[in-house]
């Protein structure tokens, strides 16, 4: 069958056109596969916010329906108030209205009275008439009488015509006495009507009282029962509300980390609708960059689907990462010679001289504490100088800096970063070029292991210098949005006495750079341990606040306001141009956590316990990083250098470094607030014998109880 085949011309075409027909469609695959790998990570990003921006808005429904059931408990508990008010005014109706029948009762018998005094002064009256009545009628007998003997004798005498006029005079005056009787027996007669008339109102209205009494007795009891049935449902409506109110305490606290407890329904609404406020700007910025990273993909694939036949060559696309940083180019391009190997002690001595010579009064526990902590950034990657602004806190490491001749790398941070991109660089897809920082620059050129391969391989011109990135006012920007990812890769790095190191161990530090254009690998930056970061940060209302992730990474050293001022000297050091200390100097002052005498470790873990046990009832517990980042600071502080102060300085620095700065927003007004302050106080003033810094946590904790209540760690000047 295959000799018939090759035989025939048409078949053996046939079979050549279908192998190339197979091994273009193999290419396509292959670059179709590529742009699509290109495409990944931004496609991958995009998911992501996809499903960062659902989450954000599930919790935003949640909080939405629990803010609305929270209002309408409000509002039953408000309508039960209101009901509770009438019945409390009809109840007081009621009471007045009985109490009002006593007065009506007391005054029936003030009329009964008057109608039994009536009475008898008209029984009395009467028999007065009666007896006038007889008298008058015996007189007119008298006198028929008196007209009968007259006409009998014709005439009367002197003697009894007086007598008769005396008794005429006697008889008009019983006549008026009688007519005057009558009339007061009138009047007496019509206030006794009126008396009758009264004394039958008031029993009508006595009758209908004690009709109606049953019935207001019978609505009292029944006002009373439904008061009883309200005062009831209203307490089943607070546990209610202090049930919903508990839940969101919690919520709050696992989403925002806000340490402050507050109380009543409408304090919690209100901090419910902040917080409502804040996820709907996150989603809206989450939406936005969404938006972003849709249009970035589609152009990425149209710049996919035009002819790449015209790629920028490696050197026109990597070109500004691979240039030297200004920072590494004092010399006029020739490396400055590394300073003799010196002792540490003396090193410290020349920044207490540089200070001093640009009139910087830093005590000297300050500079301690600041050298402690860059050196131990193998477990804590920031060291944070934060405070007030004009406090000297970028002026403490660039002077630092120019003393011990490390290099020094500012970095202005601003309000719009959101991505690491702003740290790094970009790609211009106008230019077709890498766009890169200073920072950028340095980490090409200071990595010892040259893992982005930018670098000549014989070129160790930089990898043993040591370098300070600054960020200045790095909380301009919320540090997680372009600092987050680089922590992790800061952390993620293998420790600096790991030995026989190799490039998988190193493969989770290392920073990948996404640059179109470049035929080999995506380009990866490594941070080495020569690299050291440092960030400000101003405590105003322009700023954010610190998240627990950068807070369990960084020492966060605060300056308080200063008493007194100086005058500062703003001229430039020269000493990190004329001397470089070599990493090598460096890694040999930094101790090894496990080298710390056995008295030592043995304070050190029992004050790290406490210090545990005091979080964990106050709700802020801390891990095993921030135990080892204790300890390495307490193994590394330069004690010998103290006047044999022990490990008790060193661990009153951590206490201010790192668990007070992760009190921010504990409820001073609450018992576990209030006991976890006390029990630190007694631990730094007790145990530790730093007695300034638990006055100042006292008097902190007292001030700030009388305003919002919260605690707020404001540093302390020594």
């Known amino acids: 069958m295959i000799e018939m085949l090759l035989a025939s011309p048409y078949a053996v075409l046939s079979v050549l056109l279908g192998f190339v027909l197979f091994i273009a469609l193999a290419a396509a695959s292959l670059v179709l596969y590529e742009r699509q790998r290109r495409n990944l990570p931004a496609v991958a990003e995009w998911v992501d916010l996809g499903e960062r921006i659902e989450r954000k808005r599930s919790e935003l429904a949640v909080i939405e329906e629990k803010l609305a059931e929270l209002g309408r408990q409000a509002g039953e508990r408000d309508h039960l108030l209101a009901e509770i008010d009438a019945l409390r005014t009809q109840r007081e109706a009621v009471q007045l209205e009985y109490a009002g029948l006593a007065d009506a009762r007391a005054q029936i018998d003030d009329v009964k009275m008057q109608a039994a005094q009536a009475a008898t002064e008209l029984a009395k009256s009467q028999d007065e008439l009666s007896e006038l009545q007889k008298r008058r009628e015996e007189a007119s007998a008298l006198q028929r009488r008196i007209e009968e003997m007259k006409a009998q004798l014709g005439g009367l005498p002197h003697e009894l015509s007086a007598e008769i006029e005396a008794l005429q005079t006697t008889l008009s005056s019983l006549e008026r006495e009688l007519d005057e009787k ?72 696992d989403l925002i980390a806000t340490r402050h407890a507050l109380s009543g329904a409408t304090a919690e609404v209100q901090e419910l609708a902040a917080r409502k406020e804040i996820l709907h700007s996150t989603v809206t910025e989450l939406a936005a960059k969404k938006e972003q990273l849709e249009r970035e993909v589609e152009s990425r694939q149209q710049l996919g689907r035009q002819d790449d036949a015209g790629a920028p060559s490696q050197q026109e696309v990597l070109g500004d990462l691979m240039r030297l940083p200004v920072v590494l180019d004092g010399g006029g391009g020739k490396p400055v010679a590394y300073a003799q190997l010196e002792s540490e002690e003396a090193a410290l001595q020349r920044v207490t001289q540089h200070l001093k010579s640009h009139n910087l009064e830093y005590p000297e526990r300050v500079i301690y504490a600041f050298h402690t902590a860059l050196k131990i950034n193998d477990v804590a990657q920031l060291t944070v100088l934060a405070g007030v602004s004009g406090t000297g806190k970028s002026l403490l490491p660039r002077r630092y800096a120019e003393a011990m001749g490390i290099r020094f790398l500012p970095i202005a941070v601003e309000p719009r970063w959101d991505s690491p991109q702003d740290l790094l660089g970009f790609y211009n897809y106008v230019e077709k070029k890498f766009k890169a920082t200073e920072l950028a620059r340095a980490l090409v050129h200071l990595d010892p292991y040259n893992t982005s391969s930018l670098v000549s391989p014989d070129d160790k011109s930089f990898s043993n210098d040591v370098m300070i990135v600054l960020l200045d006012e790095m909380n301009l920007a919320r540090v997680e949005y372009y600092f987050s990812e680089f922590l992790s890769r800061l952390e993620a790095r293998p420790s600096l006495f790991s030995k026989g190191e190799q490039p998988n161990q190193r493969r989770d530090a290392e920073i990948p750079v996404d640059i179109r254009g470049r035929q080999e690998s995506t380009v990866r930056l490594y941070p080495p341990h020569n690299m050291l970061f440092v960030g400000t940060m101003n405590d105003d209302e322009s700023t954010q606040a610190l998240s627990e992730k950068v807070l369990d990474r960084g020492n966060v050293m605060q300056f308080a306001a200063p008493n007194a ?68 600071y307490v193994a590394n502080y330069p ?19 790192r668990i007070l700065p992760k009190l921010r927003g504990l409820a001073l007004d609450t018992e576990a607030g209030n006991t976890a302050i006390k029990r630190l106080r007694d631990l730094i003033k007790h145990d530790l014998q730093d007695e300034l810094l638990a006055d100042a946590l006292e008097a902190h904790a007292e001030r700030q109880s009388r305003g919002g209540g919260l605690f707020n760690w404001r540093g302390l000047m020594r």
Request: aromatic letters at 4%; glycine letters at 6%; a neutral charge.
């Open 182 to 253: 009558r009339a007061e027996r009138g009047t007496v007669r019509a206030e006794a009507a009126a008396a009758e008339q009264q004394l039958l109102d008031m029993k009508r209205q006595r009758e209908a009282l004690l009709e109606e009494l049953p019935t207001l007795a019978a609505r009292a009891t029944d006002a009373k029962g439904e008061l009883d049935i309200l005062k009831e449902m209203l307490r089943q409506a607070n546990q209610a509300t202090e049930a919903v109110r508990a839940e969101v305490t919690q919520t709050h606290s």
């Open 565 to 632: 001022f100086a005058d500062v000297k703003n001229t430039e050091g020269s000493l990190a141009m004329e001397r470089r200390l070599a990493f090598a100097t460096w890694k040999g002052w930094i101790k090894p956590s496990d080298r710390m005498p056995e008295a030592d470790r043995s304070t050190t873990k029992d004050v790290i316990t406490k210090l545990q046990n005091i979080m964990m009832e106050c709700g802020h517990p801390f891990g095993h990083r921030l135990h080892a980042a204790m300890t390495a």
């Open 639 to 657: 004690v010998g250098l103290a006047h044999g102060i022990g490990v008790n300085r060193p661990l009153a620095d951590q206490i201010e470094f």
